[in-house]
């Protein structure tokens, strides 16, 4: 028998669709930060294609980028835990809308934000590496004052940061 909407689904599409009617526009804003600074003097000096890597500073560049977090609706210390949204790319960071507002109104903080572009390959020599992309998402939530984090959702792409957040700075808590 096949599961319908009507069977397994229901419920869950109830929850998401009638939990909240915020908008994500309300807990959104840009952020400017410094990032890659720890990873390019190492891809100049021992990347095999590091030629790749020619219009890069040595200190990292400066981003901004949007984000939403549900902590931009109250004090952050009221959350008993944070989830962190990675899109994959060509995405924002609206395709965890239903993360949101199921969330919403819950001592659970919701952060995502937007994943750099493609602008940045041609301005700053960021190539959208799995590295480069983890050091991007350690960054962001450092200059968030995030310091833990009890769940990473990802799509498609966004594994590769996850992957390499997972693997190199540790975030979550009771990790070893």
Known sequence: ????????????????????SFSLTSIAKPVTFRTCSDIYPQLLATSPHSNLYKKTSLTGFDLTVNYADSALLSDPSNFDHTVVAVHGV????????????HFHGSRV???????????????????????????????????LGVSEVDCLVSHSSG????????????FFKNCL
Do not use: Q
């Open 90 to 101: 060509y995405g924002y960071f609206t395709h965890f809308e239903a993360l949101f507002k």
């Open 159 to 170: 594994m590769s940061p996850a992957a390499e957040i997972w693997g190199r700075v540790c």
């Open 109 to 143: 903080r919701v952060i995502a934000p937007n994943m750099p572009d493609f602008s940045h390959t041609v301005k700053h020599g960021f190539w959208h590496s799995p590295t480069e992309r983890g050091v991007f998402l350690k960054d962001f939530l450092l200059k």
């Open 1 to 20: 028998m096949l599961a319908t909407k009507s069977s397994i689904w229901g419920p869950i599409f109830r929850t998401f669709s009638t939990k909240s």
